[in-house]
């Protein structure tokens, strides 16, 4: 009986209804992924940013700001996929036997947006410096001056090794990290060698576009204002 149902709408509503749930799925599907991907990459990035070795324009701790973003992203990701999924299933088993509505496609995907959205935008926003160590930073400037002075003497020293590493200054903490919310997504373009997160990166951006993209196809299928469609619309047979 479903069936038929389904085969009484016309055809370009068929090919509306089948184009709108595939893009859903897919839509879902991809948020599905961005979570566990966003997931691996903050706990990738938190152990890398506790670790001495992640260190940025030469003297610059990753700090707080390598991996806190990417929480927001996960959590954001749980929450879209919820919606999608729900709408994914409601789109197939609710409205068998009749239209589905682009509208509500579109509400549901917009409001996705509405949280994907900002977080981008705070990926790419400024960075924040901040002097977490103020020991350690005047630690790092004296040791600096010092090896500054300790090259300018160095060639009266004859048998000074040329490995020497006494003013290898690249693994003392310098008490200087980024921190805040903001600029992940530029530390990832700073930090090419670290790959964990760029999986994470990719897809909050392709999620973004994607979601945009079933967001505007919805919107140019949606009929005309005064037409009703899906389980509360006209019939075929109306006049």
């Known amino acids: 009986m479903a069936r038929d149902g389904y085969n009484a709408l016309p055809r370009s509503q068929r090919l509306t209804k089948l184009i709108l749930a595939g893009l859903i799925a897919l839509y879902s599907v991809s948020n599905l992924v961005l979570l566990v991907v966003s997931c691996v990459a903050w706990s990738s990035a938190k152990d890398r940013a506790d670790s001495r070795d ?37 789109s197939v ?15 549901g ?12 935008y705070l990926g790419w926003s400024n960075l924040i410096v901040v002097l977490s160590d103020a020991n350690a930073y005047f630690t790092r400037k004296a040791q600096v001056a010092i090896c500054e002075e300790w090259d ?3 060639p009266k020293f004859s048998h000074t090794p040329d490995d020497d590493h006494v003013c290898n200054t690249r693994d003392t ?33 392709f999620n973004l576009m994607l ?26 047979g109306a006049p």
């Open 109 to 120: 995907v917009f409001f996705t947006l509405l949280l994907l959205a900002p977080i981008i």
């Open 173 to 205: 903490h310098t008490g200087v990290s980024f921190g805040g919310l903001g600029g992940v997504f530029i530390l990832e373009v700073m930090d090419p060698d670290f790959l964990s997160a760029k999986a994470a990166f990719a897809m909050a951006h």
């Open 152 to 154: 300018r003497s160095k």
């Open 93 to 107: 088993f609710r409205t068998r036997g009749a239209a589905l509505d682009p509208l509500y496609v579109f509400r």
């Open 211 to 236: 979601g945009a993209s079933v967001a505007g196809v919805a919107a140019a299928l949606a009929p005309p204002a005064g037409i009703l469609v899906g389980v509360h619309g006209v019939s075929n």
């Open 54 to 90: 992640c260190t940025l324009m030469g003297f610059v701790g990753c700090g707080f700001t390598r991996w806190a973003l990417y929480s927001f992203i996960a959590a954001a990701a749980l929450i879209c996929f919820l919606i999608t999924a729900i709408m994914a299933l409601s």
